[in-house]
């Protein structure tokens, strides 16, 4: 009996070893990221992470690169399920432009082909995936444009300005100078730790609805002209004033760029939290050692 319970000790103790062995064995071709059918494994997370490692050539911190490319991935499977369904799709051409773009190349470069070959063997992606990665960058960089060309000739804007101070009782103290009649931009030009506006009295122009962020943006365009506010950021605090409202203003040409992007950030919130999204990665929540092993064989750092 004795016997039997040290043979029982040791096949439990082996079925341990052999069952982290296989796990550990198979954890590559295991689920980091899923968005509906679009499924990346481990290998393929561990690949795409080394690949932005040497696109960006500076920081190969864990902390930064696997909640990016998560996000990359993610984004990727979103794209590749529901540009069509504002009717934006990448022809086979504009895809291979994209993968010329991305190995420094010409579309008609007669090396292609080895140079794409040379490319799949260094970052171990398959040819399908390659050609998938580049088609979800048409497909961003599309779907950016039509939010553009939906953009309105004009929009609800505001004129206003800025003075950015340290704390809340430095901010309060102008506040109330410029209540009192003080000149906003003479305080702008002696007080404002912004070195971009304070030498134009803290003048910002003209902002459109939409495009700062949620919080400012509800909070200036509520404002009555030449109301002044104060409005607490992470490190600093700053009094802004309306100067202008005009609800059918023209959207200057440089902001379009920006409020396209923010239009497609927000489809692209939509989708995701519409979708079911399968997240292996996540820090937080995910799985310590598929995170670990990306971590490992992609050769990330903590710092």
Request: no cysteine.
């Amino acid at each position: 009996a004795a016997a039997l319970l040290v043979l029982a000790a040791f096949a439990a103790i082996g079925f341990g070893f052999l069952s982290d062995y296989l796990e550990d064995r198979d954890r590559p071709n295991t689920t980091a990221i899923k968005v509906g059918e679009t499924e990346f494994t481990v290998r393929d997370f561990t690949n795409r992470a080394e690949m932005y490692v040497a696109q960006i050539g500076g920081t190969s911190n864990y902390q930064i690169i696997i909640p990016t490319v998560a996000s990359q991935l993610a984004e990727q499977g979103l794209l590749l399920k529901y540009a069509n369904e504002k009717s934006v799709s990448a022809t086979d051409d504009e895809v291979k432009e994209q993968i010329a773009t991305l190995l420094g190349i010409t579309i008609t470069d007669p090396n292609f082909d080895q140079r794409l070959q040379e490319e799949l063997t260094k970052t171990g992606l398959s040819d399908q995936q390659y050609h998938d990665m580049a088609r979800g960058n048409v497909l961003r960089k599309k779907l950016t444009d039509q939010f553009a060309t939906d953009l309105p000739t004009t929009i609800d804007s505001i004129n206003y300005r800025q003075i950015v101070v340290a704390d809340q009782v430095k901010a309060d103290d102008i506040k109330a100078q410029i209540e009192a009649g003080g000149d906003f931009a003479a305080l702008a030009l002696e007080n404002s730790t912004d070195t971009v506006t304070k030498d134009k009295g803290g003048d910002l122009g003209w902002a459109p609805k939409g495009f700062l962020n949620t919080s400012l943006d509800e909070l200036l365009f509520s404002l009555d002209v030449n109301q002044v506010v104060t409005f607490a950021g992470r490190s600093s605090v700053t009094v802004y004033q309306v100067t202008e409202k005009d609800a059918a203003h023209a959207i200057d040409e440089e902001k379009k760029a920006t409020l396209a992007n923010q239009n497609y950030q927000k489809w692209l919130t939509e989708k995701r939290d519409a979708e079911t999204i399968v997240d292996e990665m996540d820090l937080s929540t995910g799985n310590g050692d598929k995170i670990r092993y990306v971590i490992d064989h992609a050769g990330l750092t903590a710092q």
